[in-house]
């Protein structure tokens, strides 16, 4: 853990590990030497301004982009290790919130939900169409159960989309952007969502964001990743390091300043 | 997501009703776990001993791990007991399960009413021409709307951009040479077995060269380069301009004012038009050539003999008659294939379906047109 963890810390085991991890796209180095813990139960948020390359670090935890260097341990096993059939034992753990809600198109908003279901479970009709109608109940989509997603709004979609993250009843879950391109009410609405879910289900999240409204109110743990340097500069929860980061980075963002010495975008 | 919250049991996820005296309790038990599709249902009559406005409380002693099935569970419950007027006690609940409870609504969804699908022939057969007309309508307005784009262009005040025009005759030009050639040269390769086959018995070996070079130039080689070009071409250009309609990208060109009709639709019919004509002369060639190097292997043909031949078969207005053919083969097929891009939905499959119609319809629509101009030209006597 790096030295910067806010005091306190309280102690939950650790449920995935990055260690050294570099990202790179072709000869662009995207981050490097990113090293984190997420604890179980927690809400983890991975935070940085515009083209840092946080949806990057998400798309290597998801396991759609291998590592240049670096291990990354899932329940302590080492996820780039082994086949891919061991990769898609360990990724039936994660569930994916994308960032367009990525929801199949020629399905209907039920359908999308029941599939993930249909094709890893033996589950008769009656009891996927009973999980469907809970699972939208949760995100409050009932209504929407037999729509197409083109019929939808952009909220409607992140719920639709939340409700099939979680169709296998993962224990580990992503989400990227929850909250771009939504109003700030719906938006709450989808923290309290969020936060009912990880106190209910007891599950784990991972978040990237730059809401800040969002990230301070939902999340207890995170990481600050650089575009310059390229590396992160900052651990702890966003509400700590907002209140005791002395890095100009970090605060600039965090306070919604203006930086005058940055050149880039941190915002 | 799963909570231990009795590791002592791992029995099956079980539940029964008890009056213990103090009121009505549901006792669970077992693990409730989704993916091991063992979720007992809440029977409709299960509630029918508890008498109105009665409390039922939970005990969760002997409850294991649980997931969405025991919520589910729970759903079912409380569906059933607000309909028969009890309080469901659900503070006596674990802490979690309560919250996920709490989000869900009182009722579950109705079913959906099944779809009427009546017989309506006549209703049927209106809407399908009422359609039909409709769609002629919009093409011909299109292609009105793209001519004078057209012809904007063509006094220097249009919006065309030059570069699109460019990448689009590559696609449709050159880079279709092979495919074409090797069709050609094998539909005037088949014409010459076919013939030799015949005129052998007559010791009219030479006239396959005829044969040959009438049938590319008349027929063969603009209907065979069009069928190409529409599965080719015509699909991508569906494809792409339905792929833009699912992204928005037809909306902002809207917004902005831009003109779709001379923006993406005219370079693309303009490539097919400057392209096809010069490829249906490279495919008459080829297929000459496919039917020259038949005749040279299987009949006493010279190679000066079958070159004089031709020559003398094929009037020049016959491949001006196939010249003017191929042209209007691509305004038809550009300007169907990017109409049913623009009229597509906006899903994945969408994309799929806008493709095959525009492959399908081109290629009927070349051949239908072909019938029509061999009408016209044995009206003509051309």
Same mark, same amino acid.
């Given at each position: 853990m790096a030295p910067d963890m806010p005091p306190g810390d309280d102690g939950r085991e650790t449920l995935m590990s990055l260690q050294g991890i570099t990202l790179a796209f072709g000869s662009k180095i995207i981050q490097q030497n990113v090293s984190f813990d997420v604890r179980r139960g927690s809400i983890f948020a991975v935070m940085g301004g515009s083209g840092c390359g946080k949806s990057t670090i998400l798309k290597s935890m998801i396991g759609l982009l291998r590592p240049r260097q670096g291990r990354y341990l899932v329940g302590g096993d080492d996820y780039w290790q082994g086949d891919d059939a061991h990769r898609v034992t360990v990724s039936r753990r994660f569930g /994916? !919130?994308?960032?367009?809600?990525?929801?199949?198109?020629? @399905? &209907?908003? *039920?359908?999308? /939900?029941?599939?993930?279901?249909?094709?890893?479970?033996?589950?008769?009709? *009656? &009891?996927?169409?009973? !999980?469907? $109608?809970?699972?939208?109940?949760?995100?409050?989509?009932?209504?929407?159960?037999?729509? =197409?997603?083109? $019929?939808?709004?952009? *909220?409607?979609?992140?719920?639709?989309?939340?409700?099939?993250?979680?169709?296998? %009843?993962? %224990?580990? @879950?992503?989400? %990227? $952007?929850?909250?771009? *391109?939504? %109003?700030?009410?719906t938006s709450a609405r989808l923290d309290d969502l969020i936060v009912n879910l990880r106190d209910g289900l007891g599950a784990t999240i991972v978040i990237v964001s730059h809401e800040l409204p969002s990230l301070f109110a939902i999340a207890d743990d995170g990481i600050f990743l650089d575009a310059q340097t390229k590396t992160p500069i900052a651990h702890g929860a966003p509400s700590w390091l907002r209140d005791h980061c002395d890095d100009p980075q970090v605060r600039a963002f965090m306070h919604r300043e203006r930086p005058e010495t940055l050149s880039g975008r941190t915002d | 997501m799963e909570r231990l919250v009795n590791t002592t049991d791992h029995g099956q996820p079980e539940w029964h009703l008890d009056n213990d005296g103090s009121g009505h309790v549901i006792v669970l038990s077992g693990e409730w776990i989704a993916q091991d599709g063992r979720i007992p249902p809440f029977p409709a009559d299960a509630l029918r001993q508890v008498e109105k406005g009665q409390d039922i409380t939970f005990r969760t002693e002997a409850l294991g791990r649980w997931d969405t099935a025991l919520i589910s569970f729970l759903w079912d419950l409380k569906q059933q007991a607000t309909g028969a007027g009890l309080t469901l006690r659900t503070d006596t609940l674990p802490d979690s399960a309560r919250k996920l409870l709490d989000l869900l609504p009182e009722q579950a969804a109705p079913p959906p009413p099944p779809p009427h699908r009546g017989f309506a022939p006549v209703t049927a057969v209106g809407a399908y021409t009422l359609d039909s007309l409709t769609e002629i309508g919009t093409v011909t307005e299109l292609g009105a709307e793209t001519a004078r784009g057209a012809l904007a262009a063509a006094t220097g005040r249009g919006r065309m951009r030059m570069t699109d025009l460019m990448?689009? /005759?590559?696609d449709a030009g050159p880079s279709a040479l092979l495919i074409v050639s090797i069709v050609n040269f094998l539909i005037g390769a088949i014409l010459a077995f076919v013939g030799a086959v015949q005129l052998r018995k007559f010791a009219a070996d030479i006239y396959v060269a005829s044969l040959v070079g009438i049938a590319m130039v008349r027929e063969m080689s603009a209907v065979m380069t069009a069928i190409i070009m529409a599965g080719r071409t015509g699909g991508a250009y569906a494809a792409r301009i339905a792929t833009m309609q699912g992204n928005e990208e037809i909306d902002a060109l809207t917004v902005f004012g831009i003109p779709v009709s001379s923006y993406l639709i005219l370079p693309s019919i303009l490539?097919?038009? !400057? &392209?096809?004509?010069?490829? =249906?002369?490279y495919g008459c060639l080829i297929g000459m050539l496919g039917g020259f190097c038949v005749a040279i292997g299987m009949l006493t043909v010279t190679g000066a003999g079958y070159f004089h031949q031709t020559v003398n078969a094929i009037a020049l207005n016959q491949f001006e008659f196939g010249f003017v053919k191929s042209i209007f083969f691509a305004a038809l097929i550009g300007l169907t294939s990017c109409r049913i891009g623009l009229r597509a939905g906006r899903s994945a499959a969408d994309v799929g379906v806008a493709a095959t119609r525009a492959v399908v319809v081109g290629i009927v629509g070349v051949i239908a047109l072909d019938a029509i101009f061999a009408v016209i030209a044995n009206t003509l006597g051309i």
């Open positions: /994916v !919130l994308f960032q367009s809600a990525a929801l199949w198109s020629s @399905l &209907t908003v *039920g359908e999308n /939900v029941a599939l993930p279901m249909q094709m890893f479970t033996r589950l008769d009709a *009656g &009891t996927i169409r009973r !999980l469907v $109608e809970l699972k939208l109940g949760l995100v409050d989509m009932l209504h929407a159960i037999d729509q =197409y997603p083109s $019929e939808l709004s952009g *909220g409607m979609k992140k719920r639709a989309g939340l409700a099939r993250a979680m169709a296998l %009843d993962p %224990d580990i @879950l992503f989400f %990227d $952007e929850p909250s771009a *391109g939504l %109003d700030p009410i | 990448s689009n /005759v590559r490539s097919l038009i !400057l &392209t096809m004509p010069f490829l =249906y002369l």
